[in-house]
C-alpha cells in the first residue's frame, strides 16, 4: 500500500497551492482520507477529511473558507485545494487513510492506517 502526497511548493502569501494523494495497492473507495500538516515545532494537526464516497468533508477552524478537500476515487486520488495561503499554513502536509468510510477530524488516531511521505508547503514573501 502506498500513499503518495504531492504539489507542495514555495508560494506567495494569498496564493494557492493544490495538493494530491496518490493512493495504490487499497481499494480506495472504501475509506475515509484525512490531511494532516506538521510545522517545524508543533505538533501534527488534523487540516480535513473526506468520506469514502466523496459526500462529507470537514475542516479544521484554521483552514475554513479557504481550503476544499476532494476525491476522484475513479483515479484513486485525493486533493486539497488551498487558496488565500497564509505564512501559518507553511508545514509538511500528509495524507493518511482512515479505516472506516465516514469522515471524523476528531475519530482517534488508532483508526489510521497508511501515510503519505509528506509534501512540503512554503508560504513567504
Known amino acids: 500500500v502506498q500513499l503518495q502526497a504531492s504539489g507542495g511548493g514555495l508560494v506567495h502569501p494569498g496564493g494557492s497551492l493544490r495538493l494530491s494523494c496518490a493512493a495504490s495497492?487499497?481499494?480506495?473507495?472504501?475509506?475515509?482520507l484525512g490531511w494532516f500538516r506538521q510545522a517545524p515545532g508543533k505538533e501534527r494537526e488534523r487540516v480535513s477529511c473526506i468520506s469514502s464516497s466523496g459526500s462529507r468533508s470537514y475542516y479544521a477552524d484554521s483552514v475554513k473558507g479557504r481550503f476544499t478537500v476532494s476525491r476522484d476515487n475513479a483515479k484513486n486520488t485525493a486533493y486539497l485545494q488551498m487558496n488565500f495561503l497564509k505564512p501559518e499554513d507553511t508545514a509538511v502536509y500528509y495524507c493518511a487513510n482512515w479505516v472506516v468510510r465516514f469522515c471524523d477530524l476528531n475519530l482517534n488516531d488508532n483508526y489510521l492506517e497508511h501515510w503519505g511521505q509528506g509534501t512540503k508547503v512554503t508560504v513567504s514573501s
Open positions: 495497492g487499497l481499494t480506495f473507495d472504501n475509506y475515509a
